[in-house]
């Protein structure tokens, strides 16, 4: 029987088991693409040991962005999971984010949807 991929959501919504900062420790084609992106205009700035991250709940120490603004409003400030948790949501901070990009534009619906089937 295979098991089934269980994703791991981000608490603005991204699926981090998709995310090649997530992926790249355990996954070298994730880790080239990144690296190879990275570094495109600096070759050499990141090392391949720099790039991880645990995810939003995870060690802060190993997130890829530990100074996020959406992490720390939902976690650090609410002790929330997921920010389709909040009572403010969607935030114009939010809302703002996720128009910067189709990418976080997912991850925005897939919160509404999250929030919608509670």
């Known amino acids: 029987m295979v098991k089934e991929r269980e994703d791991i959501i981000a608490v603005c919504g991204l699926n981090c088991s998709e995310c090649d900062v997530y992926r790249a420790p355990s996954d070298p084609d994730a880790m080239k693409r990144l690296l190879d992106w990275l570094n495109k205009d600096r070759p050499g700035r990141v090392k ?40 403010e949501f969607a935030c114009d901070r939010l809302t703002k984010w996720a128009s910067g990009s189709k990418l976080y534009t997912q991850a925005l619906e897939r919160l509404w949807s999250m929030k919608n089937s509670r």
């Open 48 to 87: 391949p040991e720099q790039v991880r991250c645990g995810g939003c709940l995870g060690d802060r120490e190993t997130h890829w962005s530990g100074d996020c603004h959406i992490l720390r409003c939902a976690v650090d400030d609410r002790s929330l999971k997921s920010c389709s948790q909040c009572d």
